[in-house]
Every structure is written in structure tokens, then in C-alpha cells.
């Protein structure tokens, strides 16, 4: 019998690295198709970026979730004063 090679796709989460399944990992034939899957999984999360979150909420969680965020806005607002009561130029 020949040696075949056979490429799949799994989901692991990206906060801790848990498969999308307790008991066995999940193979499927496409990126598209473990996307689904995992969206159809209770409590797991898949970004338009990529990333996946399993259930879990903790700090290595909330990382991933951190890292996902835009920026804070600046936003200057003329006359306003900064915290030691000076007015920003």
C-alpha cells in the first residue's frame, strides 16, 4: 500500500489552542467548511480576520479580543484643558 498524503482543515482556538471538539479533532476538506462549522458550534467565534475563539472567557481570551479592537479615536477638541489644567495648543 502506497503512502498518501491528505491536507485538511481543523479549527483550534486562537485564545488557547483547544480544538473545536472535546473528544477528537475535526478534519475538514476546506477553510470555508471549518468556518461554517465552528460558527455552528455553541458559544465559538470566528473574526472576518481570521482569528477563532472557542467559549471560554479569560484573560488569554480577551488578548485575541484586544488585539481585534480598532484604536481609541483622538479627537482634539479646541480650548480644551489637559489634566494638569493647561489648555492644548
Given at each position: 500500500m502506497p503512502f498518501m498524503t491528505h491536507s485538511c482543515v481543523a479549527v483550534r482556538c486562537d485564545g488557547c489552542g483547544n480544538d473545536l471538539d472535546d473528544e477528537y479533532v475535526v478534519h475538514c476538506a476546506t477553510e470555508d467548511e471549518a468556518r461554517g462549522l465552528a460558527r455552528s458550534a455553541a458559544g465559538w467565534r470566528v473574526f472576518s480576520t481570521g482569528e477563532v475563539l472557542c467559549p471560554e472567557r479569560d484573560a488569554d481570551h480577551q488578548v485575541v479580543i484586544d488585539r481585534l479592537m480598532p484604536p481609541e479615536p483622538q479627537i482634539p477638541i479646541t480650548g480644551q484643558l489637559t489634566i494638569?489644567?493647561?489648555?492644548?495648543?
Open positions: 494638569d489644567g493647561e489648555e492644548e495648543k
